[in-house]
């Protein structure tokens, strides 16, 4: 593990993470107005288990405190689509003053597969 932040729990394992999920498969498409990625691939992230991330960056440059915590956003949503915007702001760093919200917004697509009951 080299700069990811630990996940719920102060764990860095996804076993640990995800423990009644078999598997999973997020994807996320930030910046829907074209606003902040010159290039499209920019926008677009696929994740699964083995690779997810605990915190995905808010691709707008002036975003204070913003991004996406894709590890609630695993445990706490159900599968499917969900959008949920950026809840950055932007203002200066380490949030001593509040800018105007964050515009960004992820829409995620969200499959996961869940283990039976008996092998959590
Ligand atoms: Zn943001």
């Not at 394992?13 to 078999?22: N, Q, S």
């Not at 590890?71 to 105007?100: I, M, W």
Request: glycine fraction near 8%; hydrophobic fraction near 25%; include cysteine.
């Amino acid at each position: 593990m080299t700069t990811s932040r630990p996940f719920l729990g102060e764990t860095t394992d996804r076993e640990k993470a995800f423990p009644d999920i078999e598997s999973l498969e997020l994807n996320v498409v930030q910046d829907p107005y074209e606003q902040y990625a010159r290039q499209a691939w920019q926008r677009e992230g696929r994740y699964t288990k083995a690779n997810i991330p605990r915190h995905l960056a808010c691709l707008n440059p002036r975003c204070q405190q913003g991004g996406l915590d894709l590890q609630q956003a695993v445990l706490f949503s159900s599968p499917g689509q969900h959008s949920y915007y950026c809840n950055g702001h932007e203002g200066t760093p380490k949030g001593r003053h509040k800018g105007d919200p964050c515009d960004n917004r992820f829409d995620v697509t969200l499959t996961i597969v869940r283990r039976p009951v008996g092998e959590r």
